[in-house]
Every structure is written in C-alpha cells, then in structure tokens.
C-alpha cells in the first residue's frame, strides 16, 4: 500500500466515463478512482441516479478522497443529443487540478437484438448515434482541454470481430469503433497521446444474465482460462493500466480481455 507520501498512479488526472453508473462502467470508475484519478460518470437514464449516486459516496469514502475538495461528479446526459457535449465538458472541467480532460473512457452503448429482416431505420441511427457518434463528438468536444499523455479507451466486444445472428447492429458498430480507434491514434499520438481499444469478452453482469444458458454454457466451455467468464475487476485492471503511464507505448490495438474466448 502507497504511503501518505507515495502519489497515487492517476492523482492529479481526470477521468470522464461514460455509462459510469452501473455493470462494467461503475466497476472503472472505481478502479480509476481508487488509483487516484478524479472521475466524472455519465449516465443516461433517470432510474440510474441513485446507483450513480451511491458510486460517488463510494468514491467520496476512500482514503485519499477524504477531504474537502471533490473527488468526482455524476451527470445525466443523453450522448444520443449532439448539444450535451459541451455542458459534460463545461461541468467537469471544474473537477480537475489542471482544468484538463486527461482520460476518457468511452463505455456507454446500446444493443438491439433483432434480425436484419426487423431492423428499422431507428434502430440503426440510435445504436450508430450512441455507440460511434457519441464517442467521437465527446472527444472532439475534449479536445481543447486534452494534454499532452493523455488517454482515450473504447470499449468494445469480441463481436467487433465476431458474427452473431440478430446482432449485425452491435456487431458492425464495434467493428467501426476499432476503426475509430486506429484513425485516433495515428492522428492524436504526436503529444504521446494514446487511443486503444479494450473488447470484452462474455462478463459476469447483469447483461449476462439476460443470455441463454445453452449459448452461456458453449461460451464457458470455448473460453481456454479456467472455462468461465470475465469479472468486472478483470476488465477494469486493464483499462487502469491503459490509463496509466506503463501503456505509453500501446497505441491503436485492441486489447481482447476475454480469458482467450478468441484470439486476435
């Protein structure tokens, strides 16, 4: 344990994670605010503000945080409106030593289930505004406040690689994110900024709950360590790292956290 003496990893940096407020979006949230980072949570839905509320008492709490100075901030947005950006950017600007956007974690998504015979075309424009639109108009709007070193982490899925039946919209919008990710990090990397993306394997959440046991038991069964799921701290820890200074020199990769479900 880091003495009173000893900076934490991420201390002094800012932190914004989107879908911060519950499953594997609170999980970083913590895991960069405990290792020192001041954290903003998006989150969009009234229903989750008091679990967005509960995670920045929780925050609040720790050690390192137990002073008069906040440590972290919740905001409801809709990403699917282009107009909240800036206001996400205006509101959590205050939070940071250095009045700069050091870290972003692009986590909040959508997934439609449906055949492409049932696909309408809102189906389409809301998983495409929220899971590709969204991350690219948060950056944009960061941009002016992004320093030199800082961090931009997508998260994705092994369906970004992978054909699933009924989920080509899920499936094709995280195939766009690695793109993104790539075109962000030959275009950003000149400051020592990084963008990387993380795709997740199948995750002990309550999203897995909703999966059938007969495809959860082909997916523990394929998954060569330990044949079981992730965890939300497996994730986290990774994401931490890329967020930190050890990841300096990874840049445009996609990291499959998923206990070698599939192999890139």
Request: aromatic share 4%; net charge negative; proline share 7%.
């Amino acid at each position: 344990m880091a003495s009173e003496s000893t900076p934490l990893p991420l201390e002094g940096k800012l932190a914004i994670v989107t879908g911060g407020s519950r499953g594997l979006g609170a999980d970083m949230a913590l895991a960069l605010a405990k290792t020192g980072a001041k954290v903003v949570i998006i989150y969009t839905s009234p229903s989750s503000t008091a679990a967005a509320n509960d995670l920045i008492k929780e925050i609040s709490s720790l050690p390192h945080n137990l002073t008069s100075t906040p440590s972290s901030l919740a905001i409801q947005a809709d990403l699917r409106d282009p107009s909240c950006f800036p206001s996400i950017i205006n509101q959590s600007l205050p939070l940071s030593p250095t009045n700069h956007i050091n870290i972003i974690i692009n986590n909040a998504a959508v997934q439609i289930g449906l055949p492409v015979s049932e696909i309408t075309e809102n189906d389409f424009t809301d998983t495409y505004t929220l899971n590709i639109l969204a991350p690219m108009l948060l950056l944009k709007s960061a941009l002016p406040y992004i320093p030199p070193n800082s961090r931009i982490i997508n998260i994705s899925s092994v369906a970004g690689r992978s054909g699933f039946p009924g989920l080509s919209l899920y499936c094709s919008s995280k195939a766009a994110l690695e793109g993104l990710t790539r075109s962000w990090a030959a275009e950003l990397g000149g400051n020592g900024t990084t963008v990387n993306v993380v795709a997740c394997g199948p995750i002990q959440t309550d999203m897995l709950d909703t999966i059938p046991e007969r495809i959860k038991g082909r997916q523990r069964e394929d998954t060569p360590v330990k044949q079981r799921f992730g965890t939300k701290e497996e994730v986290s820890e990774v994401v931490v790292w890329l967020a930190g200074e050890g990841s300096r020199w990874v840049s445009g990769q996609t990291v499959n956290v998923s206990g070698g479900w599939t192999m890139y």
